[in-house]
């Protein structure tokens, strides 16, 4: 996977600015800061690129990129550009860095709308792809003199300002001018809308005065060549880059082709070997390997602390409740529970990149149903069909008590909601033995589903 980012011979060979031992002293300074992720080599050259060179202003700089990624996860996380909702933003709005530089050696980040229809616009997920996009240039092609952010407005409607979350925007400015390893040197807005007061009210106060100085509102194309030569852009606009459409499924096919690229970003520098140094410093925690602890860091949005959390409470439990994890051979006991019902992982996921855990019985005859062998197996969406009161009768609260304590707070996964469909006549009964041991957030997305239609809303019925 390294191998399709840049090689960093090439860049100490095009900036004589760049001194081996300045990477050296930055790399041993983050390997000794307890809070930080490891970085290679690459990272520290971009950081330091991005900091002109000076190490304390780089070494706030990735202290702030890594706290920010803690603080705000969900831009680095569901960066799959063949999910769902990466190729529903990616149809709506184009980005791309554009290979011809300015004269003065800027890179341009060129943002445009290719659909005014706002319905589907999530401003997460557009912010999830520039980030992306510029990332993917920065560790492929290497740091520019600076970066011109191009932003064609001609496509936007009132819709989408709708849908603009002032803390999200806030976040995100944040990240562009204090944490991510570039030169930002000008925004540049061109083709304005009518509302466009509404939209520079928006972002005007997360903007610093140096930002601020260098941010346009192009009411001419001419104006915009000022900044942004004619020959930099697309054909589109009368330049020598490719065609929009061209660049566009250019673009597409290279985050879709780098998915591996972000993969290594989220578990590489999300410090897995921090976490495996501080669980073998736990003298009653087992010594866990290197994807266990990336399935923990995942399941906690690559917080630390909470991740160490997890997997003292995962570990505690195997402990206080090691009959879920003993005797678990298909072969034996385990036979009876897998004929009477069906626990699987759908291959395919929902719009949101959810994985689906399904469970239905598949026998109304509750005798040979043991909660316990139940767990086992179930390791959420519920076919409540063959279920009978014989089976509501065997459920056992302390065992259901401690099942949702570890499904919740030690197990490494995401669990983003509950759905039962196929509802029992005693569904009331069911649903007391449940609710009690369910936190806040997990009862708010409970579901129970009585007409399917509103079920294939959450789940796409293929």
Known sequence: MTSALIDVKILYDKDKCLKKEDVDNLLEWAS????????????????????YYRQ???KTTVDTFFTFKTLCPDMFTNRNA??????IIMGLSFVTVLSKKTPEGYSIIFIKFVNSNSDNFNLLDQLRYVNMVCMLHLYQEGPSNGYLILV?????????????????????????????????????FFNPVPFMDKILALIKPFLKK??????????????????????????????SEETIAHLHEKIRNRLTENIAVFDWEETLTEDVDY???????????????????????HSCYYRQELAKTTIDNFFTF???????????????????????SLVTIFPKKTP????????????????????????????????????????????RPLLTKNFFYYLQEAMPVRLKGIHFFNPVPFMDTFLSLVKPFLKKEMLDTLYIMVDQKKLQHICIKK
């Open 82 to 87: 063949s999910s769902n909702s990466m190729q």
């Open 352 to 395: 949101e990149d959810c994985s689906i855990i399904f469970i239905k019985f598949v026998d109304s005859n509750s005798d040979n149903f043991n909660l316990l062998d139940e767990l086992k197996y179930i390791y959420q969406y519920v076919d409540l069909k063959e279920m009978s009161f014989g089976h509501v009768v065997k459920i």
């Open 318 to 340: 195997k402990t206080l409740c090691s009959d879920m994890f003993t005797n678990r051979n298909p072969s034996t006991s385990m036979h009876k529970i897998l004929e009477h």
């Open 32 to 51: 000794k800061q307890q809070h930080l992720p490891k970085i290679n080599e690459l990272q520290a050259i971009l950081f330091l690129h991005s900091c």
């Open 275 to 297: 976490l495996l140094e501080w669980t073998n410093k736990q003298q009653h925690l087992p010594k866990i390997n290197e994807l266990q602890a990336i399935l923990f860091l």
């Open 210 to 239: 140096e930002i601020l100085d260098a941010l346009h509102v192009h009411e001419t194309f001419n104006d915009l060549t000022k900044f942004a030569p004619q020959e930099c852009l697309p054909v589109d606009y009368g330049g």
């Open 56 to 58: 304390e202003f780089t």
């Open 152 to 188: 064609d407005l001609k496509e936007m409607t009132f819709g989408h300002v709708l849908k603009l979350r002032p803390l999200l925007a806030k976040h995100f400015f944040y990240y562009l001018q204090e944490a991510m390893p570039v030169r930002l040197k000008g925004i540049h």
